[in-house]
Nanobody, 130 residues
Framework: DVQLQASGGGLVQAGGSLRLSCAAS????????IGWFRQAPGKEREGLSC????????YYADSVKGRFAISSDNAKNTVYLSMHSLKPEDTAVYYC???????????????????????WGEGTLVTVSS
């Protein structure tokens, strides 16, 4: 049974840092496409960072480039999103997702807001106060 469990959200002051975790069960992250997304109230879902085995490149949205970083711990079957220099506009519910077959590039998955992703974790709320 495939499951993704996102955690690590919370309240942080502007300029602070958080690290989100996405623990997987029922599969491993090897040779998949994985990504982090967020959705703020009244806004469309935004792809933040995606990586696909198709091209091996890591995509970052302009809004988070240089501040956020995706990483993984294969031994723990967990993917992380390290977030620094947080801004109030980063306030949103954050989701991790995986495409088991990974047919597309990381940029595709992120730029489409997650089209083609097969499984989604429950969101974790990040609130950045000014």
């Amino acid at each position: 049974d495939v499951q993704l469990q996102a955690s690590g959200g919370g309240l942080v002051q502007a300029g602070g840092s958080l690290r989100l975790s996405c623990a997987a069960s029922g599969f491993t992250f090897d040779d998949r496409a994985i990504g982090w997304f967020r959705q703020a109230p009244g806004k469309e879902r935004e792809g933040l960072s995606c990586i696909s085995s198709i091209d091996g490149r890591t995509y970052y949205a302009d809004s988070v480039k240089g501040r956020f970083a995706i990483s993984s711990d294969n031994a723990k079957n967990t993917v992380y999103l390290s977030m620094h220099s947080l801004k109030p506009e980063d306030t949103a519910v954050y989701y991790c997702a995986v495409a088991i077959a990974g047919y597309y590039s990381g940029s595709y998955y992120c730029e489409t807001g997650g089209d083609g992703m097969d499984y989604w974790g429950e969101g974790t709320l990040v609130t950045v106060s000014s």
